[in-house]
T-cell receptor
Framework: GIQVEQSPPDLILQEGANSTLRCNFSDSVNNLQWFHQNPWGQLINLFYIPSGTKQNGRLSATTVATERYSLLYISSSQTTDSGVYFCAVATGTASKLTFGTGTRLQVTL | GAGVSQSPSNKVTEKGKDVELRCDPISGHTALYWYRQSLGQGLEFLIYFQGNSAPDKSGLPSDRFSAERTGGSVSTLTIQRTQQEDSAVYLC???????????FGPGTRLLVL
């Protein structure tokens, strides 16, 4: 099956700093989503981005499908950005998502 | 609008008992998914329903697991003869159609003693 690798596994930032999270995948995709899992365990959809670039406030994402990677940018980080960020993809005719192992982000004051 | 809802929020059961977990998808969403999240296995797919098509059961870990979706809306995931390794958070998601954004519910935390 498709492999999804996320880096870095852990990240500690001071409030106000910027960061880039990376997701590499091993096959072409029909769906790629970035999620934020908050401390209560809720998975919050950030972006649906199988290709191209999108922005939503302080967050933006870029997927280069031909090179099989996606990047999530967080600017001016806040403590509420803490949690685990997951990349998930679907490939071929399948709709099921395969998740990466996540990047755990901690934003400190 | 209302998101995906799941019940119960938490479930504690004894090994060998059966459990039923419920998912109410977003109204109008034709696709419904079950995943589970455990410490050892991360987030993994279980089963997928799309309209009236046969479900994709390729992620179910054993024949103790089954799911149904009635009337194209509510879904129930049933685990028979629960084992301790079934302890996990069971997550439901729905999407407007195939290959579209999946929205997740808050999950059911299952603990098998």
């Amino acid at each position: 099956g498709i492999q999804v690798e996320q880096s870095p596994p852990d990240l500690i930032l001071q409030e106000g700093a910027n960061s880039t999270l990376r997701c590499n995948f091993s096959d072409s995709v029909n769906n790629l989503q970035w999620f934020h899992q908050n401390p209560w365990g809720q998975l919050i959809n950030l972006f649906y981005i199988p290709s191209g670039t999108k922005q939503n406030g302080r967050l933006s994402a870029t997927t280069v499908a031909t090179e099989r990677y996606s990047l999530l940018y967080i600017s001016s980080s806040q403590t509420t950005d803490s949690g685990v960020y997951f990349c998930a993809v679907a490939t071929g005719t399948a709709s099921k998502l395969t998740f990466g192992t996540g990047t755990r982000l901690q934003v400190t004051l | 609008g209302a998101g995906v809802s799941q019940s119960p929020s938490n479930k504690v059961t004894e090994k060998g008992k059966d459990v039923e977990l419920r998912c109410d998808p977003i109204s109008g969403h034709t696709a419904l998914y079950w995943y589970r999240q455990s410490l050892g296995q991360g987030l993994e797919f279980l089963i997928y329903f799309q309209g009236n098509s046969a479900p994709d059961k390729s992620g179910l870990p054993s024949d103790r697991f089954s799911a149904e979706r009635t009337g194209g809306s509510v879904s129930t995931l049933t685990i028979q003869r629960t084992q301790q390794e079934d302890s996990a958070v069971y997550l439901c998601a729905s999407s407007l159609a195939q290959y579209r954004t999946q929205y997740f519910g808050p999950g059911t935390r299952l603990l098998v003693l």
